[in-house]
């Protein structure tokens, strides 16, 4: 199936949730949700890029001027327009708002928007201008929507699963030849850089930009020890890991829009008693996770798994608020593997399994995998090496 039939399937659903709905138009701005209904990504979002649509028509993928050629090249969306100007290109209206306007009409109905990212000078502009009974958020029926994956994006998640296993093996090969965080980092990075050159290069590896700037490059790599583990994301630093140290190499990567994540903490020499319990328990707790994975098992109940094991190790006053999440076009995609989460997990799901502890005083214990639910079980799509892992320094 081509990538074009995959958004038309997506379009599709989308309609029919509106319908149940009686949602009678939608705008969707979120960057990652309007790469799902266009396969469309700007990279850089200073102009927002749109998805709308009324329940009775076609979708149309809106952009600035300036986005026009990429929009034509990459979006699967055949009717596209335009707002601000940029050369001879030839815009509905100077604004992405009056822009709207002129693609939907007044609307006398319901209109659904992302409530939980629009920001708020949208909204009251949206409601200005189409003056629609009322605007209702559509962040949750998104969302639910995007927690089964399609073929198309499985085989994109197994494509960034590679990146980031690569990462994370060559920093880690890099701190045993006795690099810093931030060299061995740079050289993970620079390894998946390479695999994209020579395996995948017909595929884009562009993240979702902020309004501030773009991310050409989504292949991430960083390292944190000890105490730093605690900050849970941050810059590695120029450390020199030593004999005791626990390493946390992490990688991230997108493939065409779609994200994997491979952590894994790393023992330098032997750790002390208290350490080693933890980096124990953090073992024991995945197992029991994979344990019980499967579809028909609730988010809570792995959650549930997970912190028996910490509190029966003596680790309750520093549970996880959560021991893994969702994946897909974001790196932190709904729903979270959390205590209070009752979904049933179904085959497509795509989520990371990783339960860790962390605290500032002695540092952190995680290893994160991909994993795809599957009709019987799990496929763990991230392959590195996820049980104890020991180096030794070369000095």
């Known amino acids: 199936m081509e990538k074009q039939e995959f958004v038309a399937k997506r379009i599709n659903k989308l309609r029919e949730k509106m319908q149940q709905e009686n949602i009678q138009a939608v705008i969707i701005e979120?960057?990652?949700?309007?790469?799902?209904?266009?396969?469309?990504?700007?990279?850089?979002?200073?102009?927002?890029?749109?998805?709308?649509?009324?329940?009775?028509?076609?979708?149309?993928?809106?952009?600035?001027?300036?986005?026009?050629?990429?929009?034509?090249?990459?979006?699967?969306?055949?009717?596209?327009?335009?707002?601000?100007?940029?050369?001879?290109?030839?815009?509905?209206?100077?604004?992405p708002e009056e822009a709207i306007k002129i693609i939907l009409g007044n609307i006398n109905g319901k209109i659904g928007m992302e409530l939980d990212y629009v920001n708020v000078t949208r909204y009251r502009e949206m409601g200005k201008k189409i003056q629609p009974e009322i605007i209702v958020s559509i962040s949750e029926l998104v969302d639910m929507?995007?927690?089964?994956?399609?073929?198309?994006?499985?085989?994109?998640?197994?494509?960034?699963?590679?990146?980031?296993?690569?990462?994370?093996?060559?920093?880690?090969?890099?701190?045993?030849?006795?690099?810093?965080?931030?060299?061995a980092s740079t050289e993970g990075q620079y390894a998946m850089r390479k695999?994209?050159?020579?395996?995948?290069?017909?595929?884009?590896?562009?993240?979702?930009?902020?309004?501030?700037?773009?991310?050409?490059?989504?292949?991430?790599?960083?390292?944190?020890?000890?105490?730093?583990?605690?900050?849970g994301c941050d810059c590695p630093r120029h450390y020199y890991?030593?004999?005791?140290?626990?390493?946390?190499?992490?990688a991230w990567a997108k493939t065409d829009g779609y994200h994997a994540e491979n952590e894994r903490t790393i023992i330098v020499g032997s750790l002390d008693t208290f350490k080693q319990n933890a980096y124990d328990s953090m073992l024991r707790a995945r197992e029991s996770i994979f344990k019980i994975l499967k579809p028909g098992i609730m988010f809570k109940d792995l959650y549930n798994a997970a912190a028996k094991v910490y509190i029966d190790y003596g680790f309750e006053k520093i549970l996880p608020g959560r021991v893994g999440h969702g994946v897909g076009c974001s790196a932190h995609e709904f729903p979270s593997l959390a205590p209070n989460n009752k979904l049933l997990l179904q085959p497509g799901m795509v989520i990371t399994v990783e339960p860790g502890l962390m605290d500032k005083n002695w540092g952190g214990v995680r290893h994160s995998d991909t994993v795809l639910i599957t009709d019987n079980g799990f496929d763990v799509l991230t392959k590195l090496e996820n049980g104890l892992i020991k180096i030794k320094i070369n000095s």
């Open 30 to 95: 979120k960057p990652e949700n309007v790469m799902y209904f266009s396969n469309f990504n700007p990279v850089i979002n200073s102009h927002s890029a749109f998805i709308v649509m009324r329940v009775d028509g076609e979708p149309c993928l809106l952009v600035h001027s300036i986005r026009y050629a990429h929009a034509l090249e990459e979006g699967n969306i055949a009717n596209i327009k335009l707002y601000g100007k940029w050369g001879d290109n030839i815009p509905l209206a100077d604004t």
């Open 145 to 183: 929507m995007k927690i089964i994956k399609d073929e198309y994006e499985i085989d994109c998640i197994r494509k960034s699963a590679a990146f980031v296993d690569l990462g994370v093996q060559t920093t880690i090969e890099y701190l045993e030849k006795g690099y810093s965080e931030a060299e």
């Open 195 to 231: 695999l994209w050159h020579s395996k995948y290069k017909d595929h884009e590896v562009c993240g979702f930009g902020t309004s501030e700037g773009g991310m050409i490059d989504s292949l991430h790599v960083w390292c944190l020890s000890n105490g730093h583990i605690a900050y």
């Open 241 to 250: 890991p030593c004999q005791g140290d626990l390493v946390l190499p992490m």
